[in-house]
Nanobody, 120 residues
Framework: QVQLVESGGGLVQPGGSLRLSCAASGSIFSIALMGWCRQAPGNVRELVAISSGKSTTYADSVKGRFTISSDNAKNTVYLQMDSLKPEDTAVYYC???????????????WGQGTQVTVSS
């Protein structure tokens, strides 16, 4: 089994910063990619950022404000969020495409979500 545990959410004022962390643990053979999605009330879940090897991808709405990075030795991915706006308010979910062992296919695993609220 693979578990993803997020941390770092909270309440921040507009223009402020937060850093989210997501650590993958358990039976991990290899990680193809890790990323972040978010879901605001009444909205569909949307992609925020992906980290795959040395490649990163961002949603247009967060480009220039959010930075995704990873520590492969720790199986951890981070999301540095700067210049936060009220519209960034959502539950942020970490996910990973991970192989549990050399004989298995990759599967997608999700964290439990962490609330980010941007409000004055």
């Amino acid at each position: 089994q693979v578990q993803l545990v997020e941390s770092g959410g909270g309440l921040v004022q507009p223009g402020g910063s937060l850093r989210l962390s997501c650590a993958a643990s358990g039976s991990i053979f290899s990680i193809a990619l890790m990323g972040w999605c978010r879901q605001a009330p009444g909205n569909v879940r949307e992609l925020v950022a992906i980290s795959s090897g040395k490649s990163t991808t961002y949603a247009d709405s967060v480009k220039g404000r959010f930075t995704i990075s990873s520590d492969n030795a720790k199986n951890t991915v981070y999301l540095q969020m700067d210049s936060l706006k009220p519209e960034d308010t959502a539950v942020y979910y970490c996910y990973g495409v991970i192989r549990s062992n050399r004989f298995s296919d990759s599967s997608t695993y999700w964290g439990q979500g962490t609330q980010v609220t941007v409000s004055s």
